[in-house]
């Protein structure tokens, strides 16, 4: 709003709003400061702030949920792993624990993928990312993603990363 000196001194000049709508400016403040007003402002509170509230409420329990359910997926595909290309004729033979190279490639994928379904199906885009096994360690690697939208999927993707570790061992019962 503008003052604009008249004759008897200072007057208020209609704002640039009330000229648009051709509403004097006493309906304009009236409008908006009084009881009609009262869904403007409810409006503005609503958009800036109670949204932005409803999303998080909502969002921040997805994000710990495909955190963990990744972590626990990435943690069974590992031990499947072990389960599935453990090399029993050298265990047998020398006593020292190997997993097959070429069955780690062929079955992380779909042990990951039938770890992951629930997720996939609640929209959150798994993918395994990497995986090795160290034989002179014999440390299992597994990692892998996730990628879930927040604030009603107006904001670009985040992208949650997870890895596991573990020793490989054979214990004798």
Known sequence: MGMEKGEGGMRNQAPVFAHLFR?????????LFGRRGDMVWSAIVIVTVMLPLASLT??????FRLSGQLSQAL???GQGLVNTCLDMGHFE???QVRLVDVCLYYESGALFILNTQDLAWRGYQPLLTNFGYNPSTQRLRVE?????????????AIT??????????????
């Open 58 to 63: 909502i969002d921040i329990p997805r994000y």
């Open 93 to 95: 033979q020398s006593g």
């Open 23 to 31: 509403i004097p400016h006493s309906a304009f403040r009236s409008w």
């Open 144 to 156: 892998g993603e996730g990628t879930l939208t927040v604030f009603f999927g107006l904001t670009p």
């Open 75 to 77: 943690e069974t595909t």
């Open 160 to 173: 949650i990363r997870r890895s596991v570790e573990s020793r490989v061992r054979m214990v004798a019962q």
